[in-house]
Every structure is written in structure tokens, then in C-alpha cells.
């Protein structure tokens, strides 16, 4: 079955820069036709697109986070990665790492979100 | 960025009963909407996509309709545990966004 893991800090400091890591299972990050994307919720909202990167390497950006997301893909290790610099407190948020899929233009597996808190 | 707008945002409801979520989009995006479930400290769960498919696994009582730019998620039957959280999703073009969510809560 497939099954995707976040991992990385759970506690960054202020001006650093966040990252996270997403091990996927089950499935090829190569797979055509995948997305391989991230979102964030803070308390009591509802999730923010972060971005994706494509099956083929090339990603895409929320532009209100573009300038500091970087996303990379690791065929190798099967896996896909988030890194966003200059971080501040309203960046403190639930991370999810997610597939959506190209047929049906939905997000279809989620990792289970990973906590990441900004403080000095 | 396409905005989108759930209604209610919350809602009380009893065992059994028909609930129905509604969420609408500020330009049309055909049917390439989708709607989550979401409990506390979980990932959100697909529940539908492309407007009205059922996604593999969801009970039948879940059901989505609309195209353009009004959508509505309805639960035929409420069951105990269908109180969490929804969510409607527009994959239309980039950046991908969310609506704000509907709790439902029990009455």
C-alpha cells in the first residue's frame, strides 16, 4: 500500500530555514503523471498549497511562499523534499506531505503531517 | 488566485440526518474540484473527486454534485463517525487552493 512519512525538525529557529523531508512507499516518486506536493495548516484553519514538484523534477510554487520554497525530488531514495529559508513564527504550522494525481486532479495519499514550530 | 468559499462553516447535526456542505468558486474551475474529510490531528482523507466520483473506499452516503463554480458535498445519512471536518479543494490551476472548512458537529 502507499504510504508516505514526513521527517525533519520540529523546532527551527527564526531567520533559519526549514526542512523537511517526504519517504514515500509503495509507490515511485517517478510514477508519470504524479505530483508530489506540500501543504501546511495552522491551528484551527484550512491547509495552504505550498507547491509541488512534477514526476519529472519540474516544480511549481504557491507565489506568496515562491521566493523562499525550494522543493527536490531523490529518485534514489524514493523520496521528495521541502526547504523554506527566513523562516518566521507564522510559518509555525502541521506540514503535510501529499500525491495528487494527475487522473483525477486530486491529492489521494497524505503523509499523516508533521508539527514544525518557529522560536528562538 | 481562485478563491474558495465554504458554507456553513459549521453545523450541528443528529445521527441520521442529510447534511449538505456547499462550496463556490470565485471563477470556474469545470469539475476539477474535491472534497476532504478531516479529523483532529489526521491528515485530510479524499472523499470525492472530479466533482462526483466517489474516490475507492468512501461509503455511498457520501456524494458530491456541481460544475463551474458551485459544488455541494452531501452525507445522505450521518453517522457517528462522520463528525469532523470538511474541506473542499480546487485543483483547476495554480496555486492549488482550499476552502475554509465545514465542522460538523453533533446536535
Known amino acids: 500500500q502507499v504510504q508516505l512519512q514526513e521527517s525533519g525538525p520540529g523546532l527551527v529557529k527564526p531567520s533559519e530555514t526549514l526542512s523537511l523531508t517526504c519517504t514515500v512507499s509503495g509507490v515511485s516518486v517517478s510514477t508519470p503523471r504524479s505530483f508530489w506536493s506540500w501543504s501546511r495548516q495552522s491551528p484551527g484553519k484550512g491547509p495552504e498549497w505550498i507547491g509541488y514538484?512534477?514526476?519529472?523534477?519540474?516544480?511549481n510554487y504557491n507565489p506568496s511562499l515562491k521566493s523562499r520554497v525550494t522543493m527536490s525530488l531523490d529518485t534514489s531514495k524514493n523520496q521528495f523534499s521541502l526547504k523554506l529559508s527566513s523562516v518566521t513564527a507564522a510559518d509555525t504550522a502541521v506540514y503535510f506531505c501529499a500525491r495528487e494525481n494527475d487522473d483525477g486532479d486530486f491529492f489521494d495519499y497524505w503523509g499523516q503531517g508533521t508539527l514544525v514550530t518557529v522560536s528562538a | 488566485d481562485i478563491q474558495m468559499t465554504q458554507s456553513p462553516s459549521s453545523l450541528s447535526a443528529s445521527v441520521r440526518d442529510r447534511v449538505t456542505i456547499t462550496c463556490r468558486a470565485s471563477?470556474?474551475?469545470?469539475?476539477?474540484l474535491s472534497w476532504y474529510q478531516q479529523k483532529p490531528g489526521k491528515a485530510p482523507k479524499a472523499l470525492i473527486y472530479g466533482a462526483t466520483s466517489l474516490q475507492s473506499g468512501v461509503p455511498s452516503r457520501f456524494s458530491g454534485s456541481g460544475s463551474g463554480t458551485d459544488f455541494t458535498l452531501t452525507i445522505s445519512s450521518l453517522q457517528p463517525e462522520d463528525f469532523a471536518t470538511y474541506y473542499c479543494?480546487?485543483?483547476?490551476?495554480?496555486?492549488?487552493?482550499f476552502g475554509q472548512g465545514t465542522k460538523v458537529e453533533i446536535k
Open positions: 471563477q470556474t474551475i469545470r469539475t476539477y
Open positions: 479543494l480546487q485543483t483547476y490551476n495554480t496555486p492549488r487552493t
Open positions: 514538484i512534477y514526476y519529472s523534477g519540474s516544480p
